[in-house]
């Protein structure tokens, strides 16, 4: 049976990038050897990791401020990293309270210095995008979620401030073309549109970096990573190669403008068809919806189980929502192919009518 | 051409772990999922962290007291977070500095406590292990590392002291048994004997924990991992899995005894060719060597150039020395099959009849 899988993360991949990367792991590059035995700083992986960085540098348009580094540790990590690196013990950030994920960071910035959390949707179970707020400008940068992966909000326009923007990207990076220059620091997961679980994409502007006098420990320091070229300790070769591949594979595809709009093909009909059914409620403020995950209720609760076991006979994965709303969620990611979007539609569109 | 891995690590893998490992990126456990698609969170992957703590509980023979965490950030991180959670800013810890990477700990260590240097074999390039050291018996612990992938040498006993003791076992982990329960504090990234890179393993004596003052993140608290069962944010699912198909591999093939019979084979196989032949000069001292990683130089340096030709026209790789100790160096880690290090002794003998 063919599987729809509409996992948040670890989620669905290109299947030619999991074939590829298969194939590297019996006999990489036709060198008789695996991915998984090569040095990381033989030339093979060097190639690897410099095309990813480049592919990123492409998709995001940057200059020679901005460096890209691939880190360890996920974006748990960089909610430590980032006020690690860039806030004083004296010093005020800015931060967005619009999620689950924002308001774990703001508890790791909380450890380093002072933080102003300047806008909150947590009155409304964060099931908006806070829109009026003002960010004072001696913040020494302001820290948001793009895409509420649990929730379902997106932003859809970038913060309008001074400031520099500091920003987790992880469900939502490489999903549509932004002005990403516009950003101080931007760091994702890769496990949802950019590859497997293990690797983290930090992109940082350098002239953000030593203005605090904090001592850091060098694995845990921007600075240090840069100088090593993310070569430091031993990278996760692996999975830096699956994220190089998962880039090449948008580039093919047409880039972050094709992405977008696939995108959108997804969620207007996955929405359309959920506006359309009074068996199910939306759970987030229309004009913020993600296009990468739909969080909805079933009206009639205990019909929740029935829909999950439908789901799972259809051979569609992934679709029980968060522990912290409940409910259901559905993750249309960057790989995720049109036709599992209109099956799900079609099994929403019968359970309506079986249970209507 | 039949490949002959010497690499240092990243690092040779048994070929069913390989064969494993590919066919579950195409089907995992024939779900019709990838391993890189499924959630951490799922039974399946469960399963799997599961299975690994086990076989490492089994080979260790560790009780209650012991906890076993898969983490990210290579033993580098460790470096790191051993006395970031274990060395209060006024006690002292013992270590030993007898390797690259051990100097790097002590630097490390020195941002967080005091430090002192009980054992040191900075005075030959650390190419010997410190056999007479006193280690004061109030010292927070003593910290070494058992096996020096760079230099070429092993501790072959575990130092006698009545402190807790920390070891980097990164390099010859799983390589013969040892009395586990000895240690407080175990680490070793995974790229060696255990795995791909991406994965760390460690293992920690609850009893040491909760010793010191300090406020610590908790992606970098020990206890918050243990409480969390290393699932605290998304951990590197394929490289413990990976791990977890090369512990099930050593067990099958009859656990650390085997393993320590098959390194001592393939390294006396090894050391005999050296001594052997007059055209190369042992680095380290005899008693010291270590099992895993041999390293040497040409009489006559000018035929390095040579040697390694040779070496890459037979399909032998990973045998240049580390950047600090220059010269050459074998690495054989477990799963190295002996026909490997048979077929270099091979062209050690040519090679010393040629140019002898």
Redesign the interface.
Known sequence: ???H?F???????PQEV??Q???A??NFNN????I?????RTSWFVDVIEEAKLLVKEFMQLGEDHEVLFL??????Q??QVPLNLLGDTETAAYCDNGIWGSKAIK?AK?FGNVNVVASSKDKKHSYIPKEFTVPTDAKYLHYTTNNTVEGTEWHTIPDTTVPLVADMSSDIFSRPMDFNRFGLIYA?A?KNMG????TLVVVKKSLLGTINR?I?P??DYQSHIEANSL????????IY?AMLTLRWIKKEGGLAEMEKRAKVRANLFYNTLDSLPLFTPIVAKEDRSLMNATFFLKDEALETAFLDECKQN?M??IKGHRSVGGLRVSMYNAMPLSSVEALCSLMQYFAISHG
């Open positions: 049976m063919q599987k899988n996992n948040s993360g670890p989620s669905v991949l999991l074939t990367s298969a194939e792991i019996l060198l008789g050897l695996s998984l035995e090569i040095g990381h360890q540790g996920g974006a748990t990590t909610f430590m790791e450890l997961g496990q497997a679980a293990g690797v001592k420990s694995i845990l430091l300790n031993t990278p996760p070769v692996f999975a699956v051979g994965v992934g």
